[in-house]
Nanobody, 122 residues
């Protein structure tokens, strides 16, 4: 089992940047696929990005490609989401997630953080 704690959210102007962090507990962080999802008010939760265990292969939702970068530091049990060129439509609660299976397909991930609010002003 793994526990996830996000940080780094906040208020930023359009065009700005934020870096989210997700610290994981436990000794088996490197064995999990890690990723980020987000949920805006009145909308369904959506996939943002993921990074595979082992290979470190990354995957992004189309609207985030070229603007967001996901990375992980297995020595620090942490996954990051660097968000650049932020837009008002990126405003949402961002959730860190982990699972032994790839995150973008199949059932929802088993492990979730509590979420961190990102607000982008126009």
């Amino acid at each position: 089992q793994v526990q996830l704690v996000e940080s780094g959210g906040g208020l930023v102007q359009a065009g700005g940047s934020l870096r989210l962090s997700c610290a994981a507990s436990g000794r088996t962080f490197s064995s999990y696929h890690m990723g980020w999802f987000r949920q805006a008010p009145g909308k369904e939760r959506e996939f943002v990005a993921s990074i595979n265990r082992g290979t470190g292969v990354t995957d992004y939702a189309d609207s985030m490609k070229g603007r967001f970068t996901i990375s992980r530091d297995n020595a620090k049990n942490t996954v990051y989401l660097q968000m650049n060129s932020l837009k008002p439509e990126d405003t949402a609660v961002y959730y860190c997630a982990a699972d032994n299976s790839p995150l973008r397909i199949g059932p929802p991930p088993n492990y979730w953080g509590q979420g961190t609010q990102v607000t982008v002003s126009s």
